[in-house]
Every structure is written in structure tokens, then in C-alpha cells.
């Protein structure tokens, strides 16, 4: 029986009879030492997505495979996008196995904002949505910010276990695979990243020194995230690459600021006070009077109010509206979109975000 060969980037099986299907690679490619898929080498060259047909029901088998090994989880959540990126349930799949709550992408948040400040709202959010981590750690996967810090918590934590890295899509799980990898190996990127949903197809497995793994898996998809309903130039937009700058806007009763053509936010009542955004640097935030609203977004979607472009505004899902009362300082996060922070209760508001896409309250992470 031949040997099962598994591509280094994506983790699926090799397999060179169908193109359309995941691990495909030309069989000249089999003679090379390490392997890679076509997906991922187009996907690490060209920027290029492929979809491949994988279920939610796949991704579930593999979660549901956690409480059943004695291992570390390493939980992985978009620090930007913490709600967004959180996997309801999880504590019903790990067991008993512990759980280090990683905070990735904190080079994207203010500076201001305190580090030890942030670690603690990661651990209060965490039993609010039903987990109990054992530790939290703020790390940058892409610059390399508090890894030592990191793989010491790891080591300390795993006490000779395998340690399982997972997460849902676009948290940058990968990225600090890799990472993890080069401090270890010298090798530099092994495992296929892009900001695309769902770039790991199966488990990939690296082995730690002492005979145990580390294994990476694929990255769940959370369906409520804008991620899933804009193009891959919107996409590039909306997805921070570097420090985020807050905006802060002072709203009189019944104004709107509208955040590109992807979501709305409306203030209604509460007396004037400030507001402040954190978005994408490079998303336009636009600001109206709440009755002129609805034919600004009308006649302006895709122009003025940018992204998406005129092309890709058609295919954005209708808004829909959620009302907040808020009773105390409170941020009003727009899933995968970034938040809007409320100063203080006592103000009615109303968030309009594609349909299919999460918009929720939260004690605010300022």
C-alpha cells in the first residue's frame, strides 16, 4: 500500500487524479522532498483562493476528536475580533483537558490600550461566553511580539502532552504555527496563511522533541463574520494590517455614522456625547443625519460610502437593524468589522449590519 503523503501547507492528502478536489498536486511535484498542494501553491505565490468542499460537519469531527486526547488546547482568538472569532461551545468539545487563551493580532490595537488590562478583560469575556482558560497571553504572531512569553506558557502548561492549536478562521493560527516552527526548526513559513477563510484542510501534525505533537487544525468557520459575505477586495480593506487609530465623533441625538456601505450605526437618544470607532485605518467612516440615512446609503453605497466598490455593492446582503439600550459604558461590536464604544448608559442606539452577519454588546475591552 503507498505511503499517505500530506501536503505541507494545507495538511490534506496528496492525491493527483482531481483538480477540483483538496491535496491535488501534478505528479512531477511528488519527487520533491516536501510537498505542496496546487491551492497552496497558488495561494502563497499568486494571492489566488481556491474553495474546496469542505462541511461544517468535517471541521466538527475533527473538534470533536479534543476530548478524547489528553493534551493542551491552545485556543486561538483574533484579539481585533474577539467576539467574532470566539467558538460558541468549545468547552463542550476540550474535556478536561486545559485550555491557554492566546489573544493574537495585539500589534493592531492601540498602544494605549494597556497589555495586563486586556489579558484580564480575555479571561472575564472567556467565562462570560462558558470558558474557563487556565491562563490568557496577548502575543503578535506576525511580528513576533511576547512569543518567548508564549511557547514558556506552552511548555509549562503541556507537562510532556501533545498541545492541539485551535481556532476559527482568519485568527492568524497559522501564522503563528510558523512561527512557533522558526523559533524551533530555523524553517520559515511551512504552513500555508492568507487571510482567506479556511486555508487549513486537516490536521497538521509537527513533532516537539520529546516524541509528543503539536497539531495544528483546520480553522472553524464562524458563518456570522463579514468575512463571509464581502469579496476579497473589500476583505483586504476591512482587515487591519497595522496599529489601529480610534475615531471619535461628537453625535447629537438622531445622527448616523456609517462604516464604508457595511454597516450603520444609528444614535437616537441619550443627549450629545462622544463616540469613538475602531475600525480598519483604511475603512471610510461617514457621518449624516439619521433621516437622511436611508437615501444617502441609497444613492451612495459604493461611491461615497466605499467599500465595497459599485461592482461588489450588489451582492452585499440587505442591512438589517438590532436596537441596544445601553445602561452602562458598552461596546457595540460589529462582527469581524471591528466596534464602536458607547461612553457611558443611558443612550439608545441601532446597529444595521448585512443580513446573516452578528452585531452584540459587550462590556467594553477600553
Not at 323 to 338: C, H, M, P, R
Not at 346 to 356: E, L
Request: net charge negative.
Amino acid at each position: 500500500m503507498t505511503e499517505e503523503i500530506r501536503c505541507i501547507g494545507c495538511g490534506a492528502v496528496i492525491q493527483t487524479i482531481d483538480k477540483s478536489k483538496p491535496g491535488y498536486a501534478p505528479e512531477s511535484s511528488l519527487e520533491k522532498e516536501d510537498v505542496i498542494c496546487q491551492r497552496c501553491f497558488r495561494l502563497k505565490h499568486y494571492n489566488e483562493i481556491q474553495d474546496v468542499p469542505l462541511t461544517d460537519d468535517d471541521f466538527l469531527k475533527i473538534l470533536n476528536q479534543l476530548g478524547t486526547k489528553e493534551a493542551l488546547i491552545v485556543y486561538v482568538v483574533d484579539i481585533f475580533d474577539f467576539d467574532g472569532s470566539w467558538l460558541p461551545g468549545l468547552h463542550r468539545f476540550v474535556g478536561n483537558n486545559p485550555v491557554l487563551l492566546v489573544g493574537n493580532k495585539a500589534d493592531l490595537l492601540p498602544k494605549s490600550l494597556k497589555r495586563e488590562r486586556l489579558t484580564q478583560w480575555m479571561r472575564g469575556r472567556a467565562r462570560e461566553l462558558g470558558l474557563a482558560p487556565t491562563d490568557c497571553v496577548l502575543v503578535s504572531a506576525e511580528k513576533g511580539h511576547s512569543f518567548e512569553a508564549l511557547l514558556e506558557k506552552i511548555e509549562e502548561e503541556r507537562d510532556g502532552r501533545d498541545v492541539f492549536v485551535v481556532g476559527c478562521t482568519n485568527v492568524g493560527k497559522s501564522t503563528l504555527i510558523n512561527r512557533i516552527i522558526k523559533v524551533a526548526t530555523g524553517e520559515n513559513n511551512v504552513i500555508t496563511t492568507s487571510q482567506f477563510p479556511g486555508t487549513t484542510l486537516d490536521k497538521i501534525e509537527i513533532p516537539l522533541d520529546d516524541g509528543s505533537v503539536l497539531v495544528d487544525t483546520p480553522g472553524i468557520i464562524n458563518h456570522h463574520q463579514i468575512a463571509h459575505v464581502v469579496d476579497a477586495a473589500t476583505l483586504k480593506v476591512i482587515s487591519p494590517k497595522k496599529e489601529i487609530k480610534p475615531l471619535v465623533f461628537q453625535l447629537n441625538e438622531e445622527q448616523t455614522l456609517f462604516l464604508g456601505a457595511l454597516a450603520r450605526f444609528d444614535y437616537t437618544s441619550g443627549g450629545r456625547r462622544s463616540f469613538v470607532v475602531y475600525t480598519s485605518n483604511n475603512l471610510m467612516v461617514h457621518r449624516t443625519k439619521l433621516e437622511k440615512a436611508d437615501n444617502l446609503y441609497e444613492t451612495q453605497a459604493g461611491k461615497l460610502l466605499y467599500p465595497p466598490g459599485e461592482t461588489d455593492v450588489e451582492a452585499l446582503p440587505k442591512l438589517v437593524p438590532y436596537t441596544f439600550s445601553i445602561k452602562e459604558k458598552a461596546d457595540i461590536v460589529f462582527s469581524g468589522l471591528g466596534w464602536i464604544t458607547v461612553p457611558e448608559g443611558g443612550a439608545k442606539v441601532t446597529a444595521w449590519v448585512p443580513d446573516g452577519v452578528s452585531v452584540t454588546i459587550r462590556r467594553s475591552i477600553v
